[in-house]
């Protein structure tokens, strides 16, 4: 069904989508099911069903799944990531949506991961969420079930306006790069789905170049968090690839770890500090930076964890890769020396909860509008912040537009066709194929890569470097006029160099404007988040012809999380599985005797137990241990625990046998509580185990820890009665230490 | 950041996969000879993705590392 251009001028149809990656293919296929009589024409600049970025990542999708929190989630994203610039209400929409919409992708067609019994086969991230995973094939099945339903699709085919007839989008403009042919689109509602503006810096989302946000911006419609297209990851900097998690074992040339220089605890994804911190060694001659592979699992795992499930088309991909490296790039080593990788990410089409932008006719989906849409707030799209909601994001906008479009391509008529807008676009699009050489595009590119890649303009902002910045673009800008091309693929060339270079002036305008620091976006010259003056979004648009930046205040009153509230993370309760065979008291004594049998306790997780004060003799209170262990997907840690008296827990319990695990810092305050608490069941015992998080502690992770806990407890039948019964050959009470933690022996103890 | 393709004309089947797979229009499809030609090699980002999915196995794609080279600081 692939519609190869001849030489028609003109497509009609109900509803154009511009750009046939993963969200284009998701609107058109959920309009069809929508509704089927409505013609759907899906247009990409490249082949649909393997273009756009969907196919060249990793293949994650972020999900909220069955044991994580939606409101536990929400508090931490509004916190940590969107620093309440999040739009609260989509973002809830989102959480709410993610899981169903894994699922219906697999109903299309797509491989995703699922378990035996059906369900999706996620991973569960230490931070309150999980990533689903599909293979790297999915644009294929993708296309067929879009063909099935009789979407059209037209290849080849790069789209450069929108046109407007009374404030009204009407359909597009463009040109085939294959012949050079002049494409007008005649719609009642236009989709832009062809992905945010990585500057051509990145390679494998090369032609990410802000097509759709520089139709939308030049056609009128509101810009919405721009200043947050900045993004920056660690990179080999022989290969120039990505290291996903690298940030966490980073070191400067001294051998000093800048990873806990830079970073507080754990991270969700590379933060801020890193980024500034790894050009602060730098230029302070401390460079240059390496990561240290064998220094930590952390960074490794993050790679490795994208290929715990079977998907050829990743590990193909992955593979192929590495050979190449072995092959053509620098000799292996453990210790690489890394570089910031700028990748930029600005998505900043404004967007309301139907993905309608502020120009009637016209949507916004996927990563166009993934900032704009400000569900995610201070931070850009991914790879930024929240790995896998990418590609979540882009299928949920897909579902969230479509019904709106398909009502409005059913109430509205046909738009009439202006042929002096049509004439006056054609002469413009096809503008550089009349110049005799001039200006380069590939010239122009580099020149606004060399402007946003520099840490100074793009990160470690202030007001001068800045104001440096935009007219360094201005000064390209000025010889747009003078771009030239030889045939369509340079032309498409030049109207790409045109939106990179629109899209960065329309970022540095907007981190101009925000005098603050929040989230993605440090200013050196207003280093502080400003909520008195800065619960605002800024706005960029077009006003004849002049760019104009505006603020907006948040409705942070509507919202459910403000700042300044403390956070309120719900107790996460684990009722184990009856222990058969393990009597209350070997739970007691286990508690004073963990360094006999640690790693048999989670043989996976525990790895090192010591005693820092060891239970008095006859005693519980006051034991503090530091114990090592793995939680999930997270890599080992120490963690500091005293044993504390249930009787002063304040959560409520019931059960005879208890104890308190407070995990304290090296001052003694405390940020987390466990209560244990069992008593004798008909079988052994019956025990259930609560955590309370106390304070801001942003790595909540209740569902990670209700399985390491459920794991830990479970595996008491294993080893407890065996253990318990070896050491009662022991008799020195320092050595075998006994204790009875029911609640009797601890009123009847002296104080 | 650019790339050297190989293309072995003799084993290649003239299928089309590798034009339809690239994304930033390097290759396209030589109509006379039924078969790729390598149009705009400097536009290569070396994603591999024509390499991978060629069934003759007949493309070889030799990076230029690395694949950024503007300087962050």
């Excluded at chain 1, 793009?458 to 030239?484: C, D, G, H, P, W």
């Excluded at chain 1, 137990?609 to 999930?632: D, N, R």
């Excluded at chain 1, 004798?680 to 609560?690: N, Q, Y």
Aim: with cysteine.
């Amino acid at each position: 069904m692939t519609e190869e251009i001849k030489d028609p001028t003109v497509f009609d149809t109900d509803v154009l989508i511009i750009g046939g990656g993963f969200g284009g293919l998701a609107a058109a296929i959920r309009i069809k099911e929508l509704s089927p009589e409505t013609s759907v024409l899906l247009v990409d600049k490249q082949t649909i069903g393997w273009g756009g970025k969907a196919n060249k990542g990793a293949g994650v999708l972020w999900v909220l799944a069955p044991g994580d929190e939606v409101d536990a989630f929400v508090d931490f994203h509004v916190k940590n990531i969107g620093v309440y610039l999040n739009d609260q209400e989509l973002l809830y929409a989102m959480a709410h949506e993610s899981y169903g919409a894994a699922q219906k992708l697999a109903d299309w067609g797509v491989r995703v991961m699922k378990t035996p019994e059906g369900a999706l086969d996620v991973s569960h991230l230490p931070f309150g969420w999980s990533l689903a995973a599909a293979d790297l094939d999915m644009m294929q099945p993708l296309k067929a079930k879009a063909e099935k339903l009789g979407v059209r699709l037209l290849n080849k085919t790069q789209v450069v306006d929108v046109l407007k007839l009374d404030g009204r989008i009407t359909g597009a403009a463009g040109f085939s790069l294959l012949d050079g042919s002049f494409a007008a689109f005649n719609s009642k509602a236009t989709i832009l789905a062809n992905g945010d503006c990585d500057f051509g810096v990145m390679r494998m989302w090369a032609n990410a170049c802000g097509d759709g946000i520089a139709a939308a911006y030049n056609a009128g419609a509101e810009m919405r968090n721009a200043e947050f297209g900045n993004f920056y990851d660690v990179i080999h900097k022989g290969t120039g690839i990505p290291i996903v998690f690298g940030f966490n074992a980073l070191f400067n040339a001294q051998g000093e770890n800048i990873s806990s220089k830079y970073m507080q605890g754990p991270q969700p994804d590379i933060p801020i500090s890193i980024i500034l911190g790894m050009e602060k060694e730098v230029m302070e001659g401390r460079g240059p930076i390496y990561i240290d592979l064998a220094e930590s699992a952390k960074p490794s795992e993050g790679g490795a964890g994208i290929f715990r499930w079977d998907r050829p088309h990743v590990k193909a991909l992955f593979d192929h890769e590495f050979a190449k490296v072995r092959q053509y790039g620098p000799a292996p080593a453990n210790r690489i020396e890394v570089s910031l990788g700028f990748t930029g990410e600005l998505s900043a089409v404004r967007v309301d909860g139907e993905m309608r932008t502020t120009l009637p006719g016209l949507w916004a989906i996927g990563d166009t509008s993934y900032a704009g849409s400000a569900w995610a707030g201070a931070t850009e799209a991914p790879p930024g912040r929240l790995r896998g909601s990418g590609l979540m994001n882009a299928m949920i906008a897909a579902l969230l537009a479509a019904p709106s479009v398909a009502r409005h391509s059913k109430e509205t008529s046909p738009p009439v066709f202006d042929d002096r807008e049509i004439a006056r676009l054609k002469e413009k699009i096809f503008a550089p194929l009349n110049r005799g050489r001039g200006y380069s595009a590939a010239e122009a590119i580099r020149s606004i890569q060399e402007v946003v890649v520099p840490v100074k303009y793009s990160m470690r902002r202030n007001k001068v470097t800045l104001e440096e910045a935009l007219s360094k673009v201005a000064a390209v800008q000025e010889r747009m006029s003078e771009l030239y091309a030889e045939d369509p693929h340079g032309l498409a060339k030049c109207h790409e160099a045109s939106c990179i270079a629109l899209c960065a002036e329309i970022g540095f305008r907007a981190a101009l404007a925000r005098t603050e620091s929040r989230g993605w976006h440090y200013r050196e010259d207003y280093p502080q988040r400003d909520d008195e003056n800065w619960l605002r979004w800024i706005i960029v648009k077009k006003i004849e012809n002049s760019m104009v930046v505006t603020t907006e205040p948040i409705p942070i009153e509507r919202y459910k999380i403000k700042p300044g509230q403390t956070a309120s993370v719900p107790d996460a309760v684990v009722e184990h599985d009856e222990l058969i065979g393990v009597s209350p008291e070997m739970i007691d004594w286990w508690w004073v005797n963990m360094e006999k049998g640690y790693p048999l306790w989670e043989p996976n997780d525990h790895k090192s137990f010591v005693w820092e004060v060891p239970p008095p003799v006859g005693g519980y209170l006051g034991a503090i241990q530091i114990a090592e262990e793995k939680m999930g997907p997270m890599p080992p840690m120490k963690i500091r625990i005293r044993w504390d008296d249930p009787d002063k827990c304040p959560i409520p319990r019931t059960y005879e046998h208890a104890i308190v695990a407070s995990g304290i810092d090296p001052d003694g305050k405390v940020g987390a509580m466990i209560l244990h608490e069992w008593e004798k069941s008909p079988r052994g015992s019956r025990m259930r185990s609560t955590m309370r998080f106390l304070g801001p502690v942003p790595p909540a992770l209740p569902a990670i820890w209700k399985m390491h806990d459920r794991a830990e407890v479970s595996t008491f039948t294993k080893f407890l009665p065996d253990l318990y019964r070896l050491w009662q050959a022991v008799k020195d009470p320092a050595i075998n230490r006994q204790c009875s933690l029911a609640k009797s022996s601890r009123q009847n103890r002296p104080a | 950041m650019s790339a050297s393709i190989e293309i072995n004309r003799d084993e290649c089947t003239g299928c089309g996969t590798c034009v339809e797979a690239c994304f930033v229009d390097v290759m396209r499809w030589d109509a006379a000879e039924e078969k790729p030609v390598v149009a705009y090699e400097q536009d290569c980002v070396w994603c591999f993705t024509c390499e991978i999915n060629c069934p003759a196995q007949c493309i070889n794609i030799i990076p230029q590392m690395p694949g950024q080279q503007v300087h962050p600081y």
